[in-house]
C-alpha cells in the first residue's frame, strides 16, 4: 500500500480524544507535559491516527495532527458501513466491528466512535473488549479496519465473482 499524500485528500477533519498530563519528577519538583491523541481523516475513506507530546496543549495536539497525517490509510466503504465483520487486536485491546443496515447509526463507544466519523462510517455497531486505554483502542481499531477487504480486490486475488464469494450458485449448466 503507497503513501497517501494528504494535501490531495481536501478537507481533513480532526478529532482530539484524548489528552494526558504527564509529570516528570526531578530535583526541584515535577515538571508537567501534555501527551495528545488525534484521529484525522476525509470522511470518504482515509484515516490517520497520531500522538503529540509537548509543553502546552495546543503544540502537542498540533505535533499529534502532523504524525496522523503521515499516517493516513484507506479503509474500505460500502454503502455507509464495512464491508465485512472484522476484529482489530492492539495489546490487550480488541475491537470487534460489525456493519449495519442503513439508519442503525453509530452504535460505538468513546475513540472507537471517532475514528469511525471521521472516516466516513455511517452506520456500524462495534464493542471494545480488553484494555479501556484510549491509545491501545485507537491502534485496536485502525488495525481493524486495515485488514479489511473490498469485493474487487478480493475477486482480483482470488478470480471469483462477488456472487461467487458468497456462495451463490452458478448459473451456467
Given at each position: 500500500?503507497?503513501?497517501?499524500?494528504?494535501?490531495?485528500?481536501?478537507?481533513?477533519?480532526?478529532?482530539?480524544?484524548?489528552?494526558?498530563?504527564?509529570?516528570?519528577?526531578?530535583?526541584?519538583?515535577?515538571?508537567?507535559?501534555?501527551?495528545?491523541?488525534?484521529?484525522?481523516?476525509?470522511?470518504?475513506?482515509?484515516?490517520?491516527f497520531?500522538?503529540?507530546?509537548?509543553?502546552?496543549?495546543?503544540?502537542?495536539?498540533?505535533?499529534?495532527?502532523?504524525q496522523?497525517?503521515?499516517?493516513?490509510?484507506?479503509?474500505?466503504?460500502?454503502?455507509?458501513?464495512?464491508?465485512?465483520?472484522?476484529?482489530?487486536?492492539?495489546?490487550?485491546?480488541?475491537?470487534?466491528?460489525?456493519?449495519?443496515?442503513?439508519?442503525?447509526?453509530?452504535?460505538?463507544?468513546?475513540?472507537?466512535?471517532?475514528?469511525?466519523?471521521?472516516?466516513?462510517?455511517?452506520?456500524?455497531?462495534?464493542?471494545?473488549?480488553?484494555?479501556?486505554?484510549?491509545?491501545?483502542?485507537?491502534?485496536?481499531?485502525?488495525?481493524?479496519?486495515?485488514?479489511?477487504?473490498?469485493?474487487?480486490?478480493?475477486?482480483?486475488?482470488?478470480?471469483?465473482?462477488?456472487?461467487r464469494?458468497?456462495?451463490?450458485?452458478?448459473?451456467?449448466?
Open positions: 500500500m503507497g503513501k497517501i499524500d494528504p494535501e490531495s485528500l481536501g478537507i481533513l477533519k480532526d478529532k482530539v480524544i484524548h489528552i494526558n498530563r504527564v509529570a516528570k519528577v526531578v530535583k526541584g519538583g515535577r515538571r508537567f507535559s501534555f501527551s495528545a491523541l488525534v484521529v484525522l481523516g476525509d470522511e470518504n475513506g482515509h484515516v490517520g497520531g500522538k503529540g507530546k509537548a509543553k502546552e496543549v495546543p503544540e502537542a495536539i498540533r505535533k499529534a495532527i502532523e496522523a497525517k503521515r499516517a493516513l490509510v484507506k479503509v474500505p466503504i460500502k454503502d455507509g458501513t464495512i464491508p465485512h465483520q472484522i476484529n482489530g487486536i492492539y495489546g490487550a485491546g480488541k475491537i470487534v466491528i460489525l456493519p449495519a443496515k442503513p439508519g442503525t447509526g453509530l452504535i460505538a463507544g468513546g475513540p472507537v466512535r471517532a475514528v469511525m466519523e471521521v472516516v466516513g462510517i455511517r452506520n456500524i455497531v462495534a464493542k471494545s473488549i480488553g484494555s479501556k486505554n484510549p491509545f491501545n483502542t485507537i491502534r485496536a481499531t485502525i488495525n481493524g479496519l486495515v485488514k479489511l477487504k473490498d469485493a474487487k480486490s478480493v475477486e482480483r486475488r482470488t478470480g471469483k465473482s462477488e456472487e464469494q458468497r456462495g451463490a450458485p452458478n448459473e451456467s449448466p
